[in-house]
């Protein structure tokens, strides 16, 4: 079974940082594509960054610049590094996971973490 499990949101003013976690159990994480989500309050899901096994990363116009996903194999863990983070980035952030080892940001994901809410004031 696979379980994905977000960590790392809090409250943060406009400007600062933050470092998302999403822990991996009952998947090929070495092959897997992984991504991060968020959804704010009465907005549709966006996708904001994608990992490849291969390395390969892709992110939301949105968060260019800003945010830097990474992957740790030996932890099974996904990472989403947020810099400069703006009150428009509030959101409930949600990691996924697809066996497609070629998914991009518009890709069906079809395992999905709880999520983890992320406040940025101004």
């Known amino acids: 079974q696979v379980q994905l499990v977000e960590s790392g949101g809090g409250l943060v003013q406009a400007g600062g940082s933050l470092r998302l976690s999403c822990a991996t159990s009952g998947l090929t994480f070495g092959s897997s594509s992984l991504a991060w989500f968020r959804q704010a309050p009465g907005k549709e899901r966006e996708s904001v960054a994608v990992?490849?096994?291969?390395?390969?990363?892709f992110y939301a116009d949105s968060v260019k610049g800003r945010f830097t996903v990474s992957r740790d194999n030996a932890k099974n863990t996904m990472y989403l590094q947020m810099n400069s983070l703006k009150p428009e980035d509030t959101a409930v952030y949600y990691c996924?996971?697809?066996?497609?080892?070629?998914?991009?940001?518009?890709?069906?994901?079809?395992?999905w973490g709880q999520g983890t809410q992320v406040t940025v004031s101004s």
């Open positions: 996924a996971a697809s066996s497609y080892i070629a998914a991009t940001l518009s890709s069906t994901y079809g395992d």
């Open positions: 990992s490849r096994w291969s390395g390969s990363t």
